[in-house]
């Protein structure tokens, strides 16, 4: 680890010797681990210089990877104790619906996912919220592969109703979904778009609690927007 630590700070790469003496390791000890390191991608050489190799860049788009997962759910832990409600967040990666974090409390607990989330998009406020950041195009393609059912007596009957809900729903908007999906609960979601790809962060509550709905929607968003300023989230986690 010390030898890939060393490398990494040589943009132009570093010859073994110097290397050996900035890991504090003797020579022969370096150009076995180097070879080694060499032969498993971590690193290449190339006229007597060593770099980091493929391997290794995967290792760290992989550590960035989950510490920016780990700045997701700490947010979202945050939200949830703050607001008193479950929060989730989705994005739409690959033409599918991915809840890819939640934070609940057994006192708050997420809606259960009783039908699979992909293919009921029509129907909860996750869904609507990423298909309505979606061109007219990419939202066909979607309602083509998993087409529009009914879930609960207040879901959606048809494309038609959809396509121009989704149309209606304007910009930046929180998109609100009364118990379309779950019988007994109201949800949220607050678009969130960051270059080309759609995401949200959403909430639930139980409908009996529908007042406070939009008010935490509100309070959500500030909050959202306020991480993306000074954190600059990834979407892509």
Same mark, same amino acid.
């Given at each position: 680890?010390? &030898?890939?630590?060393?490398?990494?700070?040589?943009?132009?790469? @570093?010859?073994?010797?110097? +290397?050996? #003496? !900035?890991? /504090? *390791?003797? &020579?022969?000890?370096?150009?076995?681990?180097l070879?080694?390191? @060499?032969?498993?991608?971590? +690193?290449? #050489? !190339?006229? /007597? *210089?060593?770099?980091?190799?493929?391997?290794?860049?995967?290792?760290?788009?992989?550590?960035?990877?989950?510490?920016? #997962?780990?700045?997701?759910?700490?947010?979202?832990?945050?939200?949830?104790?703050?607001?008193?409600?479950?929060?989730?967040?989705?994005?739409?990666?690959?033409g599918?619906?991915?809840v890819?974090?939640?934070?609940?409390?057994?006192?708050?607990?997420?809606?259960?996912?009783?039908?699979?989330?992909?293919?009921?998009?029509?129907?909860?406020?996750?869904?609507?919220?990423?298909?309505?950041?979606?061109?007219?195009?990419?939202?066909r393609?979607?309602?083509d592969?998993?087409?529009?059912q009914?879930?609960?007596?207040?879901?959606?009957?048809?494309?038609?109703?959809?396509?121009?809900?989704?149309?209606?729903?304007?910009?930046?908007?929180?998109?609100?979904?009364?118990?379309?999906?779950?019988?007994?609960?109201?949800?949220?979601?607050?678009?969130?778009?960051?270059?080309?790809?759609?995401?949200?962060?959403?909430?639930?509550?139980?409908?009996?609690?529908?007042?406070?709905?939009?008010?935490?929607?509100?309070?959500?968003?500030?909050?959202?927007?306020?991480?993306?300023?000074?954190?600059?989230?990834?979407?892509?986690?």
């Amino acid at each position: 680890m010390r &030898l890939l630590e060393s490398v990494a700070r040589h943009e132009y790469g @570093a010859p073994a010797k110097q +290397l050996a #003496r !900035e890991a /504090g *390791l003797a &020579l022969p000890t370096a150009y076995h681990l180097l070879r080694t390191l @060499a032969h498993e991608g971590y +690193l290449r #050489r !190339e006229k /007597g *210089l060593f770099f980091l190799g493929e391997a290794a860049v995967r290792l760290s788009s992989s550590s960035a990877q989950q510490k920016r #997962r780990s700045t997701v759910a700490d947010a979202l832990g945050r939200w949830r104790d703050s607001i008193g409600v479950p929060v989730y967040y989705a994005v739409y990666a690959a033409g599918e619906i991915e809840v890819q974090c939640v934070a609940d409390t057994p006192a708050n607990p997420a809606v259960e996912e009783w039908a699979d989330f992909r293919e009921t998009g029509h129907a909860h406020a996750i869904g609507q919220c990423l298909l309505s950041q979606l061109d007219a195009e990419s939202r066909r393609d979607h309602l083509d592969r998993y087409p529009i059912q009914s879930i609960t007596p207040y879901t959606v009957r048809d494309d038609h109703t959809l396509m121009r809900r989704l149309e209606s729903t304007r910009r930046m908007q929180p998109v609100i979904e009364r118990q379309e999906y779950a019988l007994g609960t109201v949800c949220a979601a607050i678009p969130i778009t960051v270059g080309s790809t759609a995401a949200t962060m959403a909430i639930s509550m139980p409908s009996h609690q529908a007042d406070r709905l939009m008010p935490a929607a509100r309070r959500l968003q500030g909050e959202i927007g306020r991480l993306l300023g000074t954190l600059s989230l990834s979407i892509s986690i």
